[in-house]
């Protein structure tokens, strides 16, 4: 029977914690402070060790460090809220298996210990400090899954489409990160093993086009010296992903809407038709059923990649997840730029957090890059930043955190609405604890 340890100074949550998974048949012993868990470290072997980031007499790294020199072969998984994120992700860096964001279902922990239980290195014989798992590889899709609502409705569309067979119509806006989510669907899908071929509809030019897409014969026109395979038989078993749809030009639609209907193509210069067996997802920042009816986009091809829509948020949208994705592009630009440099200093925080990102994902990991190039010390600091987003907070209106203007009304209700009233939610959102809001709510007579 695996060995668990709680460390949680909620005593409440540590108990119906330590309930539920007494009840999954593991051995669990808690503990309500770091003081009160160390001896027990010291003294027994934990399979599994579920540490509350932030104690009140020790943190989680500090127990991080003590847990892995007493224990190497324990799995160590951090619980923490919003605001300690940062935090968290410098645990995993240090050898923690991973972190799980409060309030969290029981059944997520129960699947991250599973996951701990899994790992080749959850043994008393290991004799080596675990290393901190990878978040990062040489997948340019490989990114940090969110935590707030908005990424977890994008990741259970995901996981809801990817095992069928309908074409995907991935819509939002420039740098959300709409080709991961479209590899994401692929991966998850069951031609996981064959190709996933990316096209940029808007890169391709319009003379060359049909071969690009349905490839050529060799002298089947001027420069045509050899034979030529076409994104269609590239993707052939698995995936073609056609990023920014819109931009392809009418004659072109209707070849296309041609080779997904009878799912042959033609390469040019060819009497031969060759079968395909592609799925389709296709990509755009543009409002196609408005091209439709502007007649700029067939409506017939619009519905044949229409069968499911995915919306993927701004930026903007998903705060929560804000610090997420810039840690994780921090680690992965140390890795290109041969860097080590630690974190973000408090100040690019709070500037990060209340500048609006128009450029998205795209724009964060563009910025953390730079700063990790120019940085000369272990913190990312105010000062290396551009102008336009260190100085682009202090006139913006519509911005979380700390109450320090005149339009904290406008923030609580704007809050509220985007937490569907869920005021513990709206709270993380605004940077205060519950008990502040709820003093604001009745301060502005504001009732839900």
Known sequence: MSKILIIEDDVAFCTMLKTFLQKKEYEVETAFSGNEAIPKIRQDFFNVVLTDVRLPDHDGITLLEEILKHNPGTQVIIMTGYA???????????????????????DTILQTIEKALGSKSNTTEVKKVKTAPKKTNNDNHSFVRGVSDASKKLNEYV?????????????????????????????????????????????????IA???????????????????????????????????????????QVQLLRALQERRIKPVGSNKEIEVDIRVIAATN??????????????????RL?????????????????????????????????????????????VFKKYEWPGNLRELKNIVKRS????????????????????ATQNAKHTYGLFKNQN??????????KANGNKAKAARMLSIDRKTLYNKLKQYDISL
């Open 84 to 106: 300690e994120i940062n935090m968290a992700v410098n645990a995993i860096k240090q050898g923690a298996f991973d972190y799980i964001s409060k309030p969290f279902n029981p």
């Open 210 to 252: 049909s071969s690009e897409f349905f490839g050529h014969i060799k002298g089947s026109f001027t420069g045509a010296v050899n034979d030529k395979v076409g994104h269609f038989e590239a993707a052939n078993g698995g995936t073609l992903f056609l990023d920014e749809i819109g931009n392809l030009s009418y004659e072109l």
């Open 286 to 303: 543009e409002d196609l059923s408005n091209s439709v009816k502007e007649g700029d986009f067939r409506e017939d091809l619009y519905h």
């Open 408 to 417: 904290e009304q406008e923030l609580i209700l704007d809050a509220l609405e």
């Open 372 to 391: 990790v190039l120019l940085s000369q010390k272990d913190m990312i600091t105010l000062d290396i930043l551009p102008n336009d987003i260190a100085y």
């Open 159 to 207: 996981a809801l489409v990817a095992p069928t067979k309908m074409s995907v119509l991935v819509v939002g806006d420039s740098g959300t990160g709409k080709e991961y989510v479209a590899s994401s669907i692929h991966k998850a899908s069951k031609r996981s093993e064959k190709p996933f071929v990316a096209v940029d509809c808007g890169a391709v030019p319009k003379e």
């Open 306 to 350: 229409n069968e499911f829509t995915i919306k993927v948020p701004p930026l903007k949208d998903r705060i929560e997840d804000l610090m997420l994705f810039a840690n994780h592009f921090l680690e992965e630009s140390n890795m290109e730029l041969d860097k080590n440099v630690v974190g973000f200093a408090d100040e690019v925080l709070e």
